[in-house]
């Protein structure tokens, strides 16, 4: 990590040379004694204070470091464990988390962000718009104006000082807290470990709030910690990802979809479509339903189809969308000029809805029509 303050050096310490008189075998009269010289002592350089430093450094948002992070959040009475690497780069940032429920893996994010702008992607799918964000941590640090010491501690065997933001300091709950849509009763608290420099060594944040989900509320509560190590040799800075994906939100129906860049949103009475030209990628559509269990649903649903357009199941697989248990089935059915075709379609019943994401495609075509719904289904997200 640079350290950008430094203490003065020392001022040089001056020899004073001591005048002597020699005889030549005369009575020699004795020179008069001068008087000493007086020798200057030198003054220490004043101790950098490393509670200014940091909020220095803080207010000029000079942060680069590689970290890592572990925290748990306990959602009701789920325990999730996350973990975590990655790099600062001021307000650039670079990195992974990867959550497990019971040891197993439920998700791995990898994050980019420049400035203001963040993308995302899960599972190793197309980066994405990440919306919304908290910004850069350096962003969240420039907010803290004023620090208390907690006491000295040591760090991997380093002399680091314990601080949290000083009694008057308000967390902004947008850079520091969760970002999603139905929180209440929020609380956050930011401790902090600083070097001696000033620079950040390691940050623990905790967090409780209640989130609402429909009609149900949950309590959550969230700890996580990361540690801050200089940047590694030969660290060439962090780049915005390749052709990401754009964000679409849709305000009527209450979600968020990522697709590649270039498409048209045109709604109708059968929901969104993303077009490209006169070719339609993907399709999302919702309703009301009184189906609470996701099987019963896709079995009614597997019934109509049949009924109406005379399409055949062929298989079907468990996924998720937005965190939630779906499944994606595939159907063979014809269209009006009787051509044999696929319809890939992704179900979901969540808080009395039922959510339909699907793709419409040819025999030829099926596997890249799965891989785009599933790569589709890692940037949606619901709006509450």
């Known amino acids: 990590m640079a350290q950008r303050w430094l203490a003065m050096g020392t001022a040089a310490v001056l020899a004073a040379a001591l005048v002597t008189g020699c005889g030549s075998g005369a009575t020699v009269t004795p020179s008069p004694t001068p008087p000493p010289t007086a020798v200057p002592t030198s003054t220490p350089s004043p101790t950098p204070d490393p509670v200014a430093l940091a909020i220095a450094g803080f207010a000029a948002k000079d942060l680069r470091c590689q970290y890592t992070n572990e925290g748990t959040a306990t959602i009701g009475s789920v325990a999730v464990a996350q973990s975590g690497q990655g790099y600062v780069d001021g307000d650039s940032e670079d990195g992974t988390t990867e959550s497990k429920v019971g040891g197993v893996v439920i998700e791995a994010r990898e994050t980019k962000a420049i400035g203001p702008r963040e993308w995302e992607r899960v599972a190793g799918g197309p980066w994405h718009d990440k919306t919304p964000t908290n910004g850069p941590l350096v962003d969240a640090l420039a907010g803290i104006t004023s620090l208390t010491v907690v006491g000295q501690e040591t760090l991997d065997g380093t002399p680091v000082t314990h601080v949290r933001p000083a009694p008057g ?22 401790d902090l470990w600083i070097h001696a420099d000033g620079t950040l060594a390691k940050m623990v944040r905790e967090a409780k709030w209640t989130q609402a989900s429909g009609s149900t509320a949950v309590k959550v509560q969230a700890t996580g910690t990361t540690v801050c190590r200089p940047l590694p040799a030969g660290f060439m ?17 209450g979600y968020t979809i990522s697709q590649p860049a270039g498409f048209t949103m045109m709604a109708g009475d059968g929901g969104d479509a993303f077009v490209y030209g006169e070719d339609v990628a993907i399709s999302v559509a919702s309703d009301t339903t009184d189906v609470a269990a996701l099987d019963a649903y896709l079995a009614a649903l597997v019934k109509s189809y049949a009924s109406q357009v005379k399409a055949k199941l062929l298989t079907t697989e468990d996924v998720t969308i937005d965190g939630h248990p779906a499944k994606l089935a595939v159907f063979q059915a014809a269209d009006s000029s009787g051509a044999d075709i696929r319809l890939v379609d992704a179900v979901a019943v969540r808080e009395g809805k039922a959510w339909e994401i699907y793709v419409v495609g040819l025999p030829d075509t099926l596997q890249d029509d799965i891989r785009h719904l599933k790569d589709s289904l890692s940037t949606f997200e619901f709006a509450t």
Request: hydrophobic share 35%.
């Open 169 to 190: 300091v308000t967390l902004d709950p947008k850079r520091w807290g969760p970002t999603d849509d139905g929180i209440t009763g929020l609380t956050i608290t930011v």
């Open 237 to 253: 800075g962090i780049t915005a990802p390749s052709d990401p994906w754009v964000a679409y939100t849709s305000t009527a129906q």
